[in-house]
């Protein structure tokens, strides 16, 4: 049974990556120039209400580049086009 729900979200994961391959691919590219340049910069010291907190810049970076990653693939993926003709399904269409 598990097996089965394994597949079927590894199937489902293929298929985005194949209908989107630059939404796939920029936000991995991201994700790896913001952690290697977080890593040669050390960290970032947060403080607040008295208290402070230091966080791996590799990590704060990471998450930066990959949203900006994703920002990017998703201009650059044409738009797809919604099942059935119908014009609000949640998927990009800027065909209007």
Not at 6 to 18: C, D, L, T
Request: hydrophobic share 45%; charged share 15%.
């Amino acid at each position: 049974m598990m097996k089965h729900h394994i597949a079927r979200g590894a199937s489902k994961a293929s298929a985005f990556a194949a209908a989107r391959p630059q939404e796939t691919r920029w936000p991995l590219f991201g994700v790896a120039v913001g952690f290697v340049t977080g890593s040669l910069a050390g960290g970032v010291g947060i403080a607040a209400m008295g208290g402070a907190v230091g966080i791996p810049a590799a990590i704060v970076l990471a998450l930066v580049g990959g949203v900006l990653g994703n920002r990017y693939g998703i201009s650059k993926d044409p738009p797809l086009n919604p099942p059935n003709g119908s014009e609000d399904c949640g998927q990009r269409d800027q065909t209007r």
